[in-house]
């Protein structure tokens, strides 16, 4: 069933930050959230989750900081089991060892908190936190913002298979087009709290219409990055 949200908005200080906004992404739909710096991106992707998670829609999110995610005065070994709890499943090392074994971080110290993992591990750990379940919809805001290039396109392959295997949906927020032209099938842009396109990937890369994905076409070379 398509995962629909309506009415979304968001005011911060007397701002509107997000002009009523509907979204809807189709069953295991990879859906693109570009648009400049401040223009409302993670403010969408918290509203859609908190209103689809109100409705009862499984969303699994990985927030654009690990900070969002992580405690600084818990184990990782805590928040992991957290996260199990929270998707009332039992505790399984053989589950946990694969997903940290995909993601190059099974030599990650489970008895150390946050800050004795590099950023780059504590995002990637908050990405498996994330894949422990098998939710409807899978929420990532700037997803490999901290990993080298091979190590993100290692990730966004792994994400790949977990999101068909499971006919998970994604909203993928980026400022990065090569990423987004390589892994989504359509991209939404965001300028001043509002979506002001919505195309297919392939029609937005070779004909952004509005002023917004122009200038986004324009400033990058999307189409050398690797991942
Ligand atoms: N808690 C807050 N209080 C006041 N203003 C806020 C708050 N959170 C966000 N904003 C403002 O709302 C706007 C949208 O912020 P948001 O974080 O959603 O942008 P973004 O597109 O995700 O940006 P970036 O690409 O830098 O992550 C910005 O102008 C920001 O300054
Ligand atoms: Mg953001």
């Known amino acids: 069933m398509t995962i629909i949200a ?116 504590q995002q990637r750990f908050v990405i498996a936190m994330a894949l422990i379940g098998t939710p409807d919809l899978l929420v990532m805001d700037e997803p490999t913002s901290a990993l080298d290039p091979v190590v993100a396109a290692g990730t966004m392959d792994l994400l790949d298979l977990y999101l068909t295997d499971r006919e998970t949906a994604l909203l993928l927020i980026t400022h990065d087009l090569g990423l987004a032209a390589k892994r989504v099938s359509r991209l939404m842009v965001m300028d001043t709290g509002r979506i002001v396109e919505d195309a297919p ?11 917004a994905a122009q200038a986004l076409c324009a400033h990058r070379n999307w189409l050398e990055l690797p991942c």
């Open 201 to 211: 990937t392939a029609r937005f890369l070779s004909a952004p219409q509005t002023q």
């Open 6 to 121: 309506q009415g979304l908005s968001a005011k911060r200080s007397g701002r509107t930050i997000l002009h009523p906004t509907t979204v809807d992404i189709k069953p295991g739909e990879r859906v693109g959230l570009v648009g400049a710096s401040g223009s409302g991106k993670s403010t969408l992707g918290h509203a859609l989750i908190d209103a689809l998670r109100a409705g009862g829609t499984r969303v699994a999110h990985v927030p654009q900081s690990p900070d969002e995610a992580l405690d600084p005065l818990r184990s990782m070994a805590f928040h992991w089991r957290e996260a199990e709890q929270a998707l009332g499943l039992a505790g399984d090392d053989a589950r946990r060892l694969q997903l940290f074994d995909a993601l190059q971080i099974a030599g990650g110290d489970l008895g150390k908190r946050p800050w004795g993992w590099s950023r780059g591990m």
